[in-house]
Each structure stands twice: as C-alpha cells, then as structure tokens.
C-alpha cells in the first residue's frame, strides 16, 4: 500500500532523535494529526478565545515540541485553558488537529504529573472517576468535591445558584447508575492496557 | 518465453549519478540481464554511470556497430526524458530508432522506493519486461507532415498578446481568440504594476492596440473555441463568434448608445463589483476592439421588448438587435494557450467576513478603486463612497497556502501587497498594518520594493489572521474591523483596529479548465492547472505536439514571467513553422478489419476523429495521418480488433510474462 | 414518521432537562420518532480524552456498538458535546485505524463491537433542518414568535470541526437562523453565534469563563436580543446559571435570558410554556416571553431601514442553499433581511 504525505513524514521521524518529542505527541493523538506540518502561522494563536490566560499559544507550544522542550511543554498551563471550540482547528491551514493535540499534552502531563496548578487535572479526574463509578455523569458529586478542594470560597458564593439549580430539578441529589457497570468496567478495563503509540 | 528469433539483444543499465545507483544494486541488475536473459539473447548487459552522456551513448552505438545487435534496452530514466536520445543513438549506429526501449528503473523504481533489496528485485523485473517486449518490436518509419503556418492564440491577456504580437512582428498569420469583449485580461484593471510602479494602463494599452490593429493579427474577441480537430501541423479549429447585437463594420466606437443607455448595472467583470457600467458596454474606454456588446440579461428591450435607446441614438444604424452566434472554421498548425487564472471567491473564508463587513476589500476591488479611471477616480474610500479610512489593514494568502482552500503558494501576493501597502500610504498617510506568513520576495528588485515600504512606516506583523470581526470587545473597539492575530514574533494575540480591510486573494485555475483541457487535449495538475511538458525544462510545451501553453495557465505567475512565457512560446511555434514540416511518431492504431464486429465504440471515443465507420462494409478504419497512438480505442475495443503500432498485444503480453518472470539467478 | 436512534447525554437528566422535555414535546408533532440506545453511558465529555486516550474512545464506542445493535443507522443526538463525541469517535477509529483496532479489542471484553462508518452520527438541528425540513416545520407554527428579538447561539462543537461536512459554515452557521426564522422569531445580528461559551473553565478557570460570557451577554445586549437560543447543555448552563457570577465579578447587571431552540420551537407549534421547561432558568425569561405571551403589537419593529444605494455597492452573497444556488442578492441586505 502507498504511503500518505504524512506517514512519510512519520517514517522519517521514527529515525530522527531531535522530533522524538514531537512525534510522540503526533502518534499519541487519536486521529492523524498532522502536527508534524506545523508552519508557524500562528492561526491558532491568533484565534484561541482564551489566550490572554495561556501562558504560551499552542503555536508557540507546537515549536517548542520541536525543539524537543519537553519539561516546559508539559508545565505549560496552555492545553488546560484550552477550551475546545475548535477555532483553530477549523482554521488551521495544513489541518493540524489542535484540540486534540492539547487532550495528548494533557494526558502526558498527568501520567508525569507534571503541572504547576492541579486544579483542572483534578476536575478532570473526578469526572472521570464518578463516570467509571457510575457510568453517567454526576454533577452534583463532582461540583461538591470539587470546590471542596480547590475553592470553597467560591463554594459558598455559588452556594445560592446551587441551590437554584437544585429547586428548579437541575441538579441531582443521587447519581443514576447504568445497568450494564460490569461491562463498562471490563472494557474500561482492557482498554486501560492499551496505550495509542507507534504502530 | 524463450528467443526463436535468435535477436542479439543489448541492455544497459544506468546509474544516473546516484539517483538509481543510490537505491538501485546496477551491477546485480546487469549481472541478470547478462546471465538471466541470455537465453532470450541479450548478448552484452553493461552499467555507466550516465547513461545519456555522449560516452554512454557511444557505448551503445559501438556495440550495435561491433557485436551486431538488433535490439537494445536501456534502463534509466521515464521514456518522457531520453527515449529518443537512445533511439538517436541506435539511429546513428544504423539501427532503426523503434528497436530500442527504455526501462524506467528511475521514476518508477528507485525514486518511489526505499528498501534496495527489493527496488533490485523490481528493476531486474522491469528489465525483463523490457526486454521481452523488445523482441516482439516491429522497425517503424516515422511519417513527415507539413505545418500550416497560421497561429491560433487562445486567450487575450498579456501572455497572449505579446505571443501573438512575437508570431505577427515575425511576419506569420496570428489568430488571436479572447472571450470578452476586449482584450487586456486581469492586468488592464490594475493599477500600478510590481516593483517599478508604472502604470498598468501606460504599458498595456500601446500592446492591446497593436494587437488590435496588426494586419498579421485576426483578432476574434466575444468568442469562444468550441471544438479542435486534427493534429500538430494541421489543426482544424471551430470558433463561435458571440452576438455582440452589433454590426462592427458599422460601428465607429463613439460610444453615444452607451451614453445614452438607461440601464445601470453593477459591474461584477471589469469592475470587480464595485463600480457601474451600462446594459450596452465596453469594459473600460481603452477597450481593444472599442466596440460595444449588449448585455442582454440586463437589456430593457432583451427583457422587456421596449427601449432600444441604443439603435435610435446610433448615428450609423450599427445595433442589430437580429444579430445571431457564428461559427467559423480555421486551419492552424499550432495552437498557444494563454488562458489565465481565476482570483479566489474570498467569500469562502467566512472568518474574514468578505461580503458580511461592508469594509472589508479585495486586492482586485481594490486595484479598481486606486485606480484614476476606476469607480473612485482613484479615491481610496470606504465602502461608503466617501469616508477616508485611517487606518488601513492588508492580509496575504487568503485562500493560497491553505489546505482547506488551495494549498500552493499565489506567487504574486506578497508584492501585491506590499504595492497596496505602499499606494495607500502614498495617497492617504494611513497607518498601514501588512500581516503575512512569510515574505516572499524572490525576483529581480523585489526585495528591494520591500524594503522601500519598511522605510516607509508600514507596520508588519507576522501572522496568518484568525478573524476579522466587527464584534467589540470593549468600547474603544467600537465601529472599528478588528483584526484578530497572533503576532508570532511576539508569541501573543493581537487585536488591531482598522478601518479598512484588504484581502490579498491568490489565483486558481479557470472554472473551466477542464473543460478547455479536454477540448485541446491537454492535461491538469491535482490543483487543476494546466501541466507542462516538463516544469523546468520545457515549461511553455504540453504533451500534446503543437499545443502550446503560457502565462498563468499552468499556476500562478507575475507579469515579467507571464510576458517571458507569450514569447518562448511564440518561438517555440515559429521554430515550428520555420521548420515546414514536422516528424510524426509512427505509432497508430490500426484495425484488423477480419475481427471487427462493426459495434462503433471506437468512433466516438477516438479523440482525434481519426476513425470513420466504412458503411459499406460494415466495418472501421483508422486514420492514420490523424491517428495518434493514444491507444484509447485499441483499450476500447471489444473485439480485440484493434493493435497499435509500438503497443501491440504481444508487445504487451510479452512485456507482463518478463515483469512476472522470476527474476533470482539460479547459481546465486 | 423517521426513526432515529436517541442518545439522550447525561446533561438532559440534569441540568438541561428543559431541552429534554421540550424535545419529547415537539419530537410528535414534527414525526421525530426517538429510541433511545438501553443503558447508554457518558461520553465523557470533554475530560476523558485529556486524561487516557483509549479508554475515553472505549467509553465513547460503547454507545456506538450498543446504537449500532439497535440495526437502525441514524443516531440522534441533541447534546453539542456527546454529538461530537460520538462522531469524533465515528470518525478517528477509520482515519486512525490501530485506535479503531485497540477500542475494539477493549470492547471485546464486554462482548461488543463496533464498526466505523457504520452509522450516521447527527444533531437535532441538522435533522429537524434536513430530515423534517423548514417547510414541514412552518406549515405546523400555530404561533409564530412575532415580536421576539432572539440571538442565535450555535456555539462550537456543533458546526466546528464538522468531520462529515454536513453544516453550512463552520463559523457562521445559518442552520439555527434558519429555523428561528421559520418559527417567525426576529433573528437579531449575533456576531458571536459560533463563539465559546468557556466549556469547563466555569469549573476550572472561572476568570477565563467569565470573559467569554461576558463577551457572548454583552454582543447580545448589544444587538438588543430579548433572549440567547442554544442548541447546546453546556452553553445553556454557562450562559445562564455563572450569568450572576459573572456580573459580580465585571460589576455588570446583564439579565439576559437563555433557552433551547427546541423550547421556542415547542412555543411556536403552541404547547404551554409549563410543558416546554420554561421556568427552570436561573435567568429569568419571563420579560422576554411577554413580548410574545401578552403583547404582539402587530407593526413589530423588524426591519431596519433598507442600505441606500450609495456609495460603493456590496459582493454578492453566497448562501449555500438548495434553493438559491446562485443567490444575486447583496450580501449585507442578506443581513439585515
């Protein structure tokens, strides 16, 4: 079978130790995605609705993975403020998956625990345990916890909102379990085995 | 398949510097065709390091000379490169040139693969074939035709008007083919032209008139080719003649009727959109002829059947609402195409907000309005006629280098803007912001424009824009564009306030080039543009003998290179013409009446109409002045009826027996 | 009658439970026959893909293997986040296809499987414009919303990245103008229609969030809307219930309403308010509704005055529509129509 632009790209990389760590983010992406044709343009950058509060923009970010950069990568509070509207993506012109490219620099900075805030990796965290434990979302546990730990200042300031949310039916005192746990947990499970590098 | 001719075969495999040699073994390649193939009579398999150089030729020529050989094989590079020179070679040597083949171990082995024990394997089976189907080659004598010295130039842009202009001044009969009503293309709406700043008009006008009044020119504008018939030397060429509703030989060009024409229309041709013209127009008053054409969907007596102004205010009774389509027949031996580009619909990119921001321009409407004869006067005003901006922001690549547009580079907008960017300082003292990607600035005093205008204070930021929006953020954006960024030298977002937006859009093929290219029979790039012979070395030629192609019909060019093209190909024709007559590859097509079932598919696939059906006998014939070779009906043909000279079934079939052969040497 | 697969999302059993109950009112009416997939699970939102990569598609996969049993192709689903989910999931299993094999080889383990390609994966909108059709949808208005000045809010994960290229712009979508229009609401210029509401930066970041609500509350404000229409929970929630704590912490008084497309759908096709979910806002909406309820002057302002024909005239439009294919029309009267 003939190979793609970038599986040639990928090729290539596999031999070449200075993209190393741009090429591992590139395989651990879920699609193909592409970051390997990065130009600089910055139409990232110039797009993201949120990077007054990042302290690099993904542009940024995608040439210092380049220059092989990777405890700063990692501590970077970008992928975190990254609020997937998927401007860049859209507007990206060599169809760089951005959005997604952040899910990898994220999920590689909880494996290595690297993060200067734990606010936003704990929130994600939690969710992800009450969805393991229940199998649906629990917003009421999550949001409790959460402000329990990282703002309960601001607990108490939204604690009338809260309780608004919760008169008006919005907000559910009890988790819903789903039926099926077991087998959730199995395919949980197995596919926490697995991980998406090289193939 | 084993030799019965006992042929004395010669194989030489090149190295070509590195290129084969690099993921290629040659000597194991040579050591097959040597030991593997002598039993289908290679007599001498030999390696060089090039092949195509005067001693890799002269090796081939001493061996046919010396050892006798009757067939010879080559492998190297694509057939499109040096087939004949090695068929020259053998020629020389006294061995007719249609004995020869070429392998290509180079494009179709070592350049697409990288693992060298397995290319071997490859190019010693490409060579197999190669050599299997040599034995089945049959001597063919070339045919020699005589050339029309007559010119078809399709498309009266600058390219096409100076390659007419070449072939004219030369004393040779030029038809020159333009579908609007006046020649000039994209460069007679500009204003200023890169890098010199001489005006568009100044340089153009003096040419498009010569091309108009040239005795060696028939200029045909409002007119369209409509089908071509024939081959290198002696083409047959249909042009449809639009009604203008006019009588030419009437009219003067004193454009009353235009004057008094009640119909105003917005221009969205030689105005780009935003200027006026007429129901009964030409595109501007420098028009090339200065005839007028009725816009009859626009027309009060077309739409309505009242009106006709325009025949009463004519002092020459010239309008001829009667008027019909024409179609003539013309016989030219070579055909130049100069059909130019489109410019990007900007409207695609929606975070720009072309057509939803009233102030947000393009390079071509802006071209119009900094031009003095142009709907402004020249008057660089928003979009409501009359406010002068401010500040005014310029954006390169919009629609080029962009993967969900078109992802090559338009060549001319760097400089396009940075004209833009120096042209409103001049006329307004706008702060000017120019935001780029990278700056492109190749060509003779290119960048030296470009360091013209950092001396003058435009602001660069480097940065492919996300947005411009009308949408404030806070008060002091308020009835600003904002022209969102991130300014990659500072590595944060920018948000820059601007009165007026300039989109720099790139170029694309014609909507049509399909279309055309089926019509001449030439080929398209996956981006749609028109292919060349060869990109660096024969970029003014198709594939197509006698077709010949220039200015911005293969991909985006400027105007210097544009102008280089019109004249290498003009030369390149009156090479042609010089010549007298021509050599036709004697590869054809012919049918074997006996197998011919008489179905017809063939009849109308060929596109050369080379084939007749002979109603009599219930059977086709081909050809073979106007046969060439493509092979498509001898594919077609149900029957199997059909055999082309050079591509003969057993050519072919003994061509796949050495591919499939098995290829390792028994002793190794 | 279609039928569809229906993949509710966890928000519609919470906080977005106006969306839901609305749906279930309007889904009859318009011939949207729902299943709803047993024992659907999360999507994961957004959070699972930033932590582990295999399982947040496994988690997401399941749904698709369960929907995928049901042997209907099409699945419905009216959450933006779940949407993109399942069709990000769809779509990522066959371009990358050792993710399509490892969340296989995970599903196996609780005797499931999924094939990419093997469904239609679409949002409410897209099916009520594409499947139901305006046409069908104005013939069943009994009350149009005459009067009511409504803001557009698609927002992201709908029309962005759009894998399957089923929507009109990925930033200026016209999909939900459309059928506010068709409901006869006055659609009001909403430049930040397509923008970002701050996702989970309400719960993580709230400084980051509260900026972009305020920016979305103000260009609302600004283009004198009665009240925000949504097609998404997230948006719903943000705009609406962190609208107070966004106030206090810009020290502004914005009271501006938000609600689901499908409630105002429910309205215009004459269910009560009660049935609709309206009511269940933190942001009260009951200004807004009576500009419908009480009080439809007949001469609604509509239109603004026409654009003079001065000055330098506008490009062309280029809605890509069926019926307009070639649409002549200024532009800017477009916008103003």
Redesign the interface.
């Known amino acids: 079978m003939s190979k793609t632009p970038v599986e040639h790209v990928h090729a290539r990389l596999d031999h070449d130790e200075d993209l190393s760590l741009l090429h591992e983010v590139s395989m651990?992406t879920?699609?193909?995605s592409r970051l390997e044709m990065c130009?600089?343009?910055?139409?990232?950058?110039?797009?993201?609705?949120?990077?007054?509060?990042m302290d690099?923009?993904p542009?940024?970010l995608f040439a210092m993975l380049r220059a092989g950069m990777r405890e700063e990568v990692l501590l970077s509070n970008t992928?975190?403020?990254c609020?997937?509207?998927?401007?860049?993506?859209?507007?990206c012109?060599?169809?760089v998956h951005i959005?997604?490219v952040?899910?990898?620099l994220?999920?590689m900075a909880?494996q290595e625990k690297k993060y200067r805030d734990s606010?936003?990796p704990d929130?994600?965290?939690t969710?992800?345990e009450m969805?393991e434990k229940y199998?649906?979302?629990y917003?009421f546990g999550l949001?409790t916890r959460?402000y329990l730990k990282h703002s309960p200042l601001?607990m108490i300031?939204?604690a009338?909102?809260g309780l608004?949310?919760l008169k008006?039916?919005?907000?559910?005192m009890k988790p819903?379990t789903?039926?099926?746990m077991e087998?959730?947990t199995?395919?949980?499970?197995?596919?926490?085995e697995?991980?998406?590098a090289h193939? | 398949m084993s030799n019965d001719k006992t042929n004395k075969i010669g194989v030489y495999v090149c190295h070509c510097g590195t290129n084969i040699s690099h993921t290629v073994d040659v000597a194991k390649v040579r050591d097959w065709a040597a030991e593997g193939l002598g039993s289908e009579g290679v007599v001498i398999a030999r390696d060089y390091k090039f092949m195509c150089s005067s001693p890799g030729q002269e090796l081939i020529e001493q061996d046919i000379k010396e050892l006798g050989l009757d067939r010879v094989v080559v492998a190297a590079c694509s057939p499109h490169l040096h087939e004949l020179t090695f068929r020259n070679a053998s020629k020389r040597a006294g061995l007719n040139p249609y004995l020869t083949e070429l392998a290509s171990i180079r494009e179709q082995v070592s350049w697409v693969h990288t693992d060298k024990e397995a290319a071997t394997e490859k190019a010693k089976a490409v060579v197999t074939g190669a050599v299997e189907r040599v034995i089945e080659n049959e001597p063919l004598e070339e045919l020699k035709v005589a050339i029309h010295p007559d010119t078809l130039v399709v498309g009266g842009g600058i390219a096409g008007i100076q390659a007419a202009l070449e072939i004219a001044n030369a004393g040779k009969k030029v038809w020159l083919v333009e579908r609007e009503a006046s020649i000039g293309g994209h460069m007679a709406q500009f204003d200023k032209t890169f890098p010199t700043l001489d005006c568009a008009a100044c340089i153009l006008t003096p040419r498009m008139f010569e091309a108009g009044n040239h005795p060696n020119i028939e200029l045909m504008t409002w007119s369209e080719v409509t089908n071509v018939a024939g081959y290198v030397g002696n083409f047959s060429v249909t042009i449809k003649k639009k009604p203008r509703y006019l009588k030419e030989e009437l009219c003067t060009g004193c454009r009353i009727c235009i004057e008094k024409c009640p119909t105003k229309v917005v221009d969205q041709g030689y105005e780009a959109g935003i200027g006026y013209r007429k129901a009964i127009y030409t595109s501007s008053a420098q028009a090339v002829p200065k005839y007028p054409v009725i816009d009859t969907e626009n027309c009060n007596f077309f739409q309505k059947g009242t009106c006709k102004v325009c025949e009463k205010s004519c002092p020459t009774e010239a309008i001829d609402y009667e008027q019909k389509e024409e179609f003539l027949t013309v016989d030219v031996g070579n055909i130049i195409l100069a059909t130019g580009y489109d410019l990007f619909d900007a409207r695609k990119v929606s975070n720009y907000g072309y057509g939803r921001l009233p102030n947000v321009f393009t390079s071509i409407e802006f071209e119009r309005m900094c031009n003095a004869a142009g709907p402004t006067s020249g008057d660089i005003v928003l979009r409501d006629g009359k406010t002068t901006p401010k500040t005014v922001g310029i954006i390169h690549c919009v629609g080029s280098r962009d993967r969900n547009y078109n992802n090559y580079c338009s060549n001319i907008c760097c400089m396009q803007s940075l004209k833009f960017a120096h042209l409103v300082k001049e006329r307004t003292g706008d702060t000017v912001y120019d935001f780029y990607i990278d700056m492109r600035t190749p060509m003779k005093a290119y960048d030296e424009f470009y360091q013209r205008v950092l001396e003058e204070g435009t602001l660069f930021v480097r940065g492919k824009v996300a947005q411009v929006t009308d949408a404030a953020r806070k008060a002091s954006e308020e009835g600003k564009l904002m022209v969102q960024v991130e300014d990659t030298l500072i590595g944060k977002q920018r948000r820059i306030p601007v009165d007026m937006v300039i989109l720099s859009i790139g170029m694309e093929p014609r909507h049509d080039a399909k279309e055309t290219g089926k019509l001449f029979g030439i080929g398209c790039s996956a981006n749609g543009w028109f292919t060349e012979k060869h990109a660096k070395l024969d970029p003014i030629s198709t594939m197509t003998e006698g077709i010949f192609i220039a200015g911005t019909a293969t991909g985006p060019k400027d105007i210097p290179t544009s102008v280089a093209q019109g004249s290498a190909a003009a030369a390149r024709v009156l090479n042609m013409i010089m010549r007298g007559e021509v050599t036709l590859e004697p590869i054809k097509a012919s049918v074997y009446q006996g197998q011919c079932s008489g179905c017809r598919i063939c009849n109308s696939l060929c596109p050369f109409n080379a084939i007749t059906f002979l109603e009599d006998r219930k059977v086709s014939e081909i050809n073979p002045a106007l046969c060439q070779g493509c092979g498509t009906c001898v594919a077609a043909c149900p029957a199997g009826a059909i055999s082309g000279t050079g591509f003969s079934n057993d050519q072919i079939l003994a061509q796949i027996d050495g591919l499939l052969m098995d290829v390792t040497l028994a002793d190794a | 009658m279609s039928d569809y697969i229906f993949y509710p999302g966890c928000a519609m059993e919470s906080n977005a439970k106006a969306y839901y109950d609305s749906l279930m009112e309007i889904a009859q009416p318009l011939g949207i026959n729902l299943q709803e997939i047993d024992d659907w699970n999360c999507c994961g939102a957004t959070e699972y893909v930033g932590i582990n990569l295999i399982p947040a598609y496994s988690l997401i996969a399941r749904n698709l293997a369960l929907a995928a049993k049901t042997g209907q192709k099409t699945v419905l689903s009216p959450c933006s986040a779940c949407y993109l989910n399942l069709a990000k999931a769809d779509y990522y299993m066959a371009e990358r296809p050792a993710l399509g094999e490892k969340v296989n080889e995970a599903l196996a383990a609780g005797n499931l499987q999924y094939t990419p390609g093997s469904l239609d994966i679409r949002h409410l909108l897209d099916v009520l414009i594409n499947d139901i059709g305006l046409d069908t949808l104005k013939a069943k208005v009994v009350r149009p919303l005459k009067g009511l000045r409504v803001a557009p809010y698609t927002g992201c994960m709908v029309p962005r990245p759009d894998y399957n290229k089923r929507w009109s712009d990925p930033e200026h979508p016209t999909e939900l103008i459309d059928v506010l229009k068709a409901i006869g609401a006055e659609v009001v210029a909403f430049p930040g229609g397509a923008t970002c509401c701050g996702g989970h930066m309400t719960q993580i970041g709230p400084d980051t969030a509260y900026e972009l609500i305020r920016r979305l509350i103000s260009s609302a404000e600004k283009s004198k809307a009665d009240i925000m229409v949504t097609v998404c929970p997230m948006c719903q929630l943000n705009v609406d219930a962190y609208q107070g704590e966004t106030n206090s912490h810009y020290g502004t008084d914005y009271e501006m309403p938000i609600v689901f497309f499908s409630q105002l759908v429910g309205l215009a096709l004459g269910f009560p308010p009660e049935k609709l979910g309206f009511g269940s806002e933190i942001t009260s909406t009951e200004k807004a509704l009576s500009r419908i309820g009480m009080d439809i002057p007949e001469a609604a302002i509509t239109e603004g005055k026409q654009r003079q024909q001065e000055g330098l005239p506008m490009p062309l439009c280029m809605r890509k529509t069926a019926k307009t294919p070639e649409c002549k029309r200024p532009c800017a009267e477009e916008a103003k129509a």
Not at chain 1, 168 to 172: H, I, P, Q, W
């Open positions: 651990k879920a699609g193909v130009i600089q343009c910055g139409s990232c950058g110039g797009s993201c609705p949120s990077e007054m509060d690099h923009t542009r940024t992928p975190w403020i609020v997937s509207c998927y401007h860049c993506v859209v507007r012109p060599q169809n959005t997604d952040m899910y990898s994220k999920s909880i606010s936003a929130f994600s965290e969710f992800v969805v199998g649906r979302s917003e949001a959460h601001r300031r939204t009338a909102m608004g949310m008006k039916g919005r907000l559910n819903t789903i039926k099926g087998q959730l199995a395919i949980l499970n197995k596919a926490k697995m991980e998406l193939e």
